[in-house]
């Protein structure tokens, strides 16, 4: 039994930014932000939240996939910006659909979260703990970032994507390949919420997210095109074969430097990060959600997932729609 994908939905939020607004708060330009990363505008939640987007997104994908609520026996969120520390944003949008049936919980494995949720889900199912797990990466970046800090702010952004996925005898996951490097977690961290512990020496301002960007971009280029070898490897399919190469949404540099190393055409690297920005655990289910609402995914299509980010983590699986 493999994960198969049945239904996938997506919720961005209203407000989009766009890179002329950017160049108000901090000292850059839509040329700049354009050339170095691709990116011209994101959305910002103003009204929404990760809970909000994770439970349009989700309620969208259980609609498309044809299921009742009550049929989802698992439910992850990936997010790195829940807006509870506790309970999850899983338990959140649980009771916001009435997914009762469903074990629900958080992951946090940043921008390759959406793909460590692809492979727990699998497992579950391989294991006959449930037959249908929905799977939901969200995130509000917004609240993370630091807003003064121009290497940073420029490239995040809002929203949520789903997918449900069910036990299936033929297609959907046919391999996948996983790792995390956690020597190397100061390259992109978020501190979070300050320690009040009048005890704690560390008490103090709350930190945002900090980057040294051109490490994770060598990171990314090296990394990406191993773990999407792997996959291919594992599964005996050739990159010929594959019809699209969906990567996380971070940078088009990065996404052009790994189709050049994979020697695969850039037209099966689809983007939507010129809109979107990078949304972290949410930028792959957003960006498939997308391609499969315009009619882009066929029935046998074989698709390579692959992501990183902080951690560090990174991943990859390749899929049979
Ligand atoms: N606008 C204008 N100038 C900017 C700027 C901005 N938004 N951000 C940085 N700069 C400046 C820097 O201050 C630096 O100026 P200096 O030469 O006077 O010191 C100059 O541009 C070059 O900075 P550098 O950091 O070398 O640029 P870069 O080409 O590496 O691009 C990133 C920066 C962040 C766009 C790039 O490193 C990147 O995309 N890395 C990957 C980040 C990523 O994907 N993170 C998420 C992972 S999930």
């Given amino acids: 039994m493999n994960a ?3 239904g996938t939905g997506f919720q961005l939020p ?6 002329d607004y950017l160049a108000t708060l901090v000292e850059t330009s839509d040329e700049w932000i354009a050339e170095r990363t691709g990116i011209r505008a994101r959305h910002l939640a103003r009204e929404e939240t990760t809970t909000s987007m994770a439970a349009d997104a989700a309620r969208k994908a259980l609609a498309a996939s044809g299921l009742r609520a009550e049929e989802i026996g698992l439910l992850i969120v990936a997010t ?3 807006d509870t520390e506790t309970p999850s944003t899983a338990c959140r949008v649980q009771a916001e659909l009435g997914l009762s049936g469903a074990l629900a919980f958080d992951i946090n494995a940043a921008c390759s979260g959406f793909l460590y949720a692809v492979h727990i889900a699998d497992a579950f199912i391989k294991s006959g703990f449930c037959r249908n797990a929905l799977i939901v990466g969200a995130e509000t970046l917004s609240k993370l970032v630091d807003w003064t800090d121009r290497s940073t702010c420029i490239l995040f952004g809002d929203g949520a994507g789903a997918a449900v996925l069910q036990a299936s005898e033929k297609g959907g996951v046919l391999s996948q390949s996983l790792g995390s490097d956690g020597s190397r977690w100061e390259v992109l961290f978020c501190q979070g919420r300050p320690n009040g512990n009048p005890l704690c020496k560390t008490a103090g301002q709350p930190g945002y997210m900090r980057m040294d960007g051109q490490a994770v971009f060598k990171f990314a280029v090296r990394t990406v095109p191993v773990c999407v070898e792997d996959v291919l490897q594992k599964a005996g399919v050739s990159g ?7 990567l996380h949404q971070a940078n088009s540099r990065i996404i052009q430097s790994v189709a050049k190393r994979l020697g695969q055409p850039e037209d099966k690297f689809p983007m939507n990060l010129a809109q979107c920005g990078n949304t972290s655990a949410a930028s792959l289910p957003i960006l498939l959600a997308q391609m499969n609402e315009e009619g882009k995914l066929q029935k046998g ?8 980010g902080a951690g560090l983590t990174w991943g990859a699986c390749l899929l049979e729609w």
Avoid: H, P, Q, R
């Fill in 4 to 6: 198969k994908i049945i």
């Fill in 14 to 19: 209203v407000y989009v930014a766009d890179n």
């Fill in 80 to 82: 790195i910006s829940s």
């Fill in 240 to 246: 010929d074969e594959v019809k699209y190469f969906v």
């Fill in 301 to 308: 299509d074989k698709l390579v997932l692959s992501g990183f």
